[in-house]
């Protein structure tokens, strides 16, 4: 009470450096809750370490997806591996009252859970060998923003796409899949995925749409898992099975890839979170500084009568740690708000990015560490100061040389740790500003409605399409309607596969985009040579395409592409 009310008889220096401690602690928290939703925090699944994503590698060099034939194939036949997992994400509609939502929808193998070893926080998850068609898995997320934390969700149906599936358990929350940041809201088993939602045709060749997952077993080298995976392949391709000829297997470490990569291109953010933490530790030091000087003969008198240089040493440490917990609580608040900001920054208008941006324990123990820093420093150069002071000039007035130095060094340290910071921000400004400037395939000042949705049951489907882009483009205020499978700068990977020959190349095989001739002028994309498609260009006309320029560079060298 003794060190508050002290403090309190100076309430503009306190406040300035509650504000400066608060302000730093504040912005480094948020700095470092981001960093660590991003690069640090590991996924809540079993033993991360041991997982590995199996993706494929085509002929040309170009990563894609594999298919529930090579799936089976390398769940049957692996011996480094002690188990895979294959996922396929959709986005069927859901039709709950009042609104329609679509969720992501991953359909995956029934061993899912199993293999991370999630369980369920309601009812249970599906298990290898017992999935069962009509049967769906929500998040916790899902419970809690969809269906308002439905304490009797056990048991709801769902009308999901083409069909109606029951809720048999909701996730832990944090649990969104394994693909961080991507939030997958429904899990479906292969069972359901294939039946009654037909998200594929589990032996379609061609539907080339699953991520694979495995469990290496203890000490097997990726180099010898992969070799492995290359021979199953082969197998599977002798067997007239495969998509396209000597495809290989991609063997990634799961850490690596959701933690690694982002970890160093996110580095930036822990380095502004140390640079805010020593600034404000210089702040409260220079802060403490001059106070000790305006107390200088008060000090020497109290040091004359008696009083041991080791309380002084204490009322410096409680003040400087009173100030600096002071400022945590102002920081943490700050943090709160700011974090609350996040998610509109961050992912704007997509709703199947999150990255779980929040306060928790670890963020929480960061600004308890930070606080302590500041303290430590903010404590340790004036009570190093005051320490040393000789009595007799302290009594004659005269200033510390000293503390002169010191806050000198201080403001010093303070104007290169700003400047550096600034340089740096302006830096990332102008970078931002170029990577604003640069034109995307289409016109980005175009106001565009990106309808996203799927058809049920068969019939001809671009003829069902064409007949539904033309109501929509009768509607008023529509100046013109286009489809696409696979919408341009829409994040949508994947895509259907096609085989090319090309005179005097081996058969190569390529995604493709089916879209209605439309397109190209509904979105604004630019046609570098030649020109788009035309109503004419019909089943019964002449078969066209339209390649971008690193095919024609590739493939089409010296030759006029357009023709």
């Given at each position: 009470?003794?060190?508050l009310r002290?403090?309190?008889?100076?309430?503009?220096?306190?406040?300035?450096?509650?504000?400066?401690?608060?302000?730093?602690?504040?912005?480094?928290t948020?700095a470092?809750?981001v960093?660590?939703a991003?690069?640090l925090?590991?996924?809540?699944?079993?033993?991360?370490?041991s997982?590995?994503?199996i993706?494929?590698?085509?002929?040309?060099?170009?990563?894609?997806?594999?298919s529930?034939?090579?799936?089976?194939?390398?769940?049957?036949?692996?011996h480094?591996?002690t188990?895979?997992?294959?996922q396929?994400?959709?986005?069927?509609?859901v039709?709950?009252?009042g609104?329609?939502?679509?969720?992501i929808?991953?359909?995956?193998?029934?061993?899912?859970?199993?293999?991370?070893?999630?369980?369920?926080?309601?009812?249970?998850?599906?298990?290898?060998?017992?999935g069962?068609?009509?049967?769906?898995?929500?998040?916790?997320h899902?419970?809690k923003?969809?269906?308002?934390?439905d304490?009797?969700?056990?048991?709801?149906?769902?009308?999901i796409?083409?069909?109606?599936?029951?809720?048999?358990g909701?996730?832990p929350?944090?649990?969104?899949?394994?693909?961080?940041?991507?939030?997958?809201?429904?899990?479906?088993?292969?069972?359901?995925?294939?039946?009654?939602?037909?998200?594929?045709?589990a032996?379609?060749?061609?539907?080339?749409?699953?991520?694979?997952?495995?469990?290496?077993?203890?000490?097997?080298?990726?180099?010898?898992a992969?070799?492995?995976l290359?021979?199953?392949?082969?197998?599977?391709?002798?067997?007239?099975r495969?998509?396209a000829p000597?495809?290989?297997?991609?063997?990634?470490?799961?850490?690596?890839?959701?933690?690694?990569?982002?970890?160093?291109s996110?580095?930036?953010?822990?380095?502004?979170?140390?640079?805010?933490?020593?600034?404000?530790?210089?702040?409260?030091a220079?802060?403490r500084?001059?106070?000790?000087?305006?107390?200088?003969?008060e000090?020497?008198?109290?040091?004359?009568?008696?009083?041991?240089?080791?309380?002084?040493?204490?009322?410096?440490?409680?003040?400087s740690?009173?100030?600096?917990?002071?400022?945590?609580a102002?920081?943490?608040?700050?943090?709160?708000?700011?974090i609350?900001l996040?998610?509109a920054?961050?992912?704007?208008?997509?709703?199947?990015?999150?990255?779980?941006?929040?306060?928790?324990?670890?963020?929480?123990?960061?600004?308890?560490?930070?606080?302590?820093?500041?303290?430590?420093?903010?404590?340790?150069?004036?009570?190093?100061?005051?320490?040393?002071?000789?009595?007799?000039?302290?009594?004659?007035g005269?200033r510390?040389t000293?503390?002169?130095?010191?806050?000198?060094?201080?403001?010093?340290?303070?104007?290169?740790?700003?400047?550096?910071?600034?340089?740096?921000?302006?830096?990332?400004?102008?970078?931002l500003?170029?990577?604003?400037?640069?034109?995307?395939?289409?016109?980005?000042?175009?106001s565009?409605?990106?309808?996203?949705?799927?058809?049920?049951?068969?019939?001809?489907?671009?003829?069902?399409?064409?007949s539904?882009?033309?109501?929509?483009?009768?509607?008023?205020?529509?100046?013109?309607?286009?489809?696409?499978?696979r919408?341009?700068?829409?994040?949508?990977?994947?895509?259907?596969i096609?085989?090319?020959?090309?005179?005097?190349?081996?058969?190569?095989?390529?995604?493709?985009?089916?879209v209605?001739?439309?397109?190209f002028s509904?979105?604004?994309?630019?046609?570098?040579?030649?020109?788009?498609?035309?109503p004419?260009?019909?089943?019964?006309?002449?078969?066209?395409?339209?390649?971008?320029?690193a095919?024609?560079?590739?493939?089409?060298?010296?030759?006029?592409?357009?023709?």
């Open positions: 009470m003794q060190t002290f403090l309190l008889r100076k309430p503009g220096v306190t406040l300035l450096a509650v504000a400066s401690a608060g302000l730093a602690i504040g912005f480094s948020a470092f809750s960093l660590d991003y690069s925090r590991e996924l809540p699944v079993r033993d991360p370490r997982l590995a994503w993706n494929s590698i085509g002929r040309e060099g170009r990563p894609g997806q594999l529930w034939i090579e799936f089976q194939a390398f769940a049957s036949r692996s480094l591996f188990g895979f997992l294959a396929d994400r959709q986005a069927p509609r039709r709950l009252p609104r329609d939502d679509f969720p929808t991953s359909g995956v193998s029934d061993n899912f859970f199993d293999l991370l070893g999630i369980r369920a926080a309601v009812g249970d998850v599906f298990h290898a060998g017992r069962a068609d009509g049967t769906v898995v929500i998040t916790d899902y419970w923003s969809a269906l308002a934390a304490p009797a969700v056990l048991g709801r149906t769902l009308p796409g083409p069909a109606v599936l029951r809720v048999v909701v996730l929350p944090g649990f969104t899949g394994p693909n961080r940041g991507l939030l997958v809201d429904l899990f479906v088993p292969q069972q359901a995925a294939f039946g009654a939602l037909r998200f594929s045709v032996d379609d060749i061609r539907a080339t749409d699953f991520e694979l997952l495995g469990r290496l077993r203890p000490g097997a080298p990726p180099a010898q992969r070799a492995e290359n021979a199953i392949l082969r197998q599977v391709e002798a067997e007239g495969a998509p000597e495809r290989k297997a991609a063997v990634e470490d799961f850490t690596e890839r959701s933690l690694g990569a982002k970890l160093s996110n580095a930036v953010l822990l380095a502004v979170a140390v640079l805010l933490v020593l600034i404000a530790a210089g702040n409260l220079n802060l500084l001059v106070d000790n000087e305006s107390q200088r003969r000090t020497a008198i109290r040091l004359a009568l008696g009083a041991g240089r080791g309380d002084l040493a204490r009322r410096h440490a409680a003040e740690l009173l100030l600096a917990g002071a400022g945590l102002t920081g943490v608040i700050l943090a709160a708000w700011l609350r996040a998610p920054l961050f992912y704007g208008s997509r709703p199947y990015i999150d990255f779980g941006i929040h306060l928790d324990w670890r963020t929480l123990a960061f600004s308890g560490a930070a606080m302590l820093v500041v303290a430590a420093l903010g404590a340790w150069i004036p009570m190093a100061d005051a320490w040393k002071r000789s009595l007799q000039p302290a009594l004659a005269g510390s000293r503390a002169s130095h010191w806050m000198g060094a201080l403001i010093i340290a303070q104007m290169a740790l700003v400047t550096g910071g600034a340089c740096s921000a302006g830096l990332l400004l102008r970078s500003d170029k990577l604003a400037a640069i034109r995307p395939a289409m016109d980005p000042d175009r565009l409605l990106l309808v996203h949705g799927f058809w049920s049951g068969g019939g001809n489907l671009a003829s069902r399409t064409t539904l882009a033309a109501r929509i483009a009768a509607v008023a205020g529509v100046d013109g309607v286009a489809w696409a499978r919408a341009m700068l829409s994040g949508s990977g994947g895509g259907a096609v085989d090319v020959e090309i005179p005097n190349q081996p058969k190569v095989s390529f995604y493709y985009n089916q209605s001739p439309e397109y509904v979105t604004g994309a630019r046609i570098l040579s030649g020109r788009a498609f035309q004419s260009d019909g089943p019964a006309a002449t078969p066209v395409v339209m390649v971008n320029a095919f024609a560079r590739r493939f089409l060298a010296g030759r006029e592409a357009a023709g």
